[in-house]
């Protein structure tokens, strides 16, 4: 199959997610826009929003509807790092016996990722970067493919521990959900009480995903637009030759060079569900805010005075 044709293969598929996905979940739509765009750029997802707006959910929606295997992991204080990785166990014959943990899966929801303290948080770590765990100095490869998709609360501090940044840069989307519209919230209390239970199709098989991957990296893209992503990451670097005014007042640490590969990665995978061929500005700029927010670090002047990573971001276009 050409390439052309897969990636008009894709437009089709990824509308038809849409669809599938909107049975179940009202509104949202950048949310599932860019959680769809990190699976197909192989990247990894943290949502961040309040309780009850369906973060859980979505990613169980999303599940059913690419047909992968799928495991929940509650993150609490008490959690282990052996209880997502696994552990080895003496068996009846004296021979230690390794029980796979539930990373090992393609999607992971990482609930309230930050209320478990950093030791467990960093047990994810390899498994995000090299697709694999070691456990008693044993390497397992895990699932392909293999996503992360994290939640987070940003309301409830009490017990909770930040994310460090180097767990931090190894989501490639950082993705913010907000409260229904009216309409929206009516159209979710009409569906979520009655009787009716939405059935939920898989489209798509692990095959199929791993094979739009490949397209999405195949992708060309013009050195004018490498150029911009770069330049853009290099900005948001404070005391720098690129960096803006605004930048140096309000910023402490930039986003590193991870960041300018997602741009591109991500900028491919939105042209390729739009049918686009190769990206374009334009393209760089739909997926840069969900990918350089929570790579930059403002200082206290940014804090007292209410800047946010929003308005950064945008000036920085």
Known sequence: MSDVVALKELVVKHKALKQEIGKVIIGQNEAVDHILLSILSGGHSLLIGVPGLAKTLIVHTIAKTLGLDFKRIQFTPDLMPSDILGSEILDETNHFKFIKGPIFSNIILADEINRTPPKTQAALLEAMQERTVTVAGHHYDLAKPFFVLATQNPIEQEGTYPLPEAQLDRFMFSINLEYPSFKEEVEVVKQTTNDEKPVINALLSAEEISKFQHLVRRIPVADNVIEYAVTLVSKTRPNTENSPEIVN???????????SQNLILGAKAN???HGKYSPDIEDVQAVAYSILKHRIVKNYKAEA???TEKQLIEALF
């Open 249 to 259: 007042n309000y910023i402490d640490w930039g986003a590193g060079p991870r960041a």
């Open 271 to 273: 042209a390729a569900v």
């Open 305 to 307: 005075e209410g800047i």
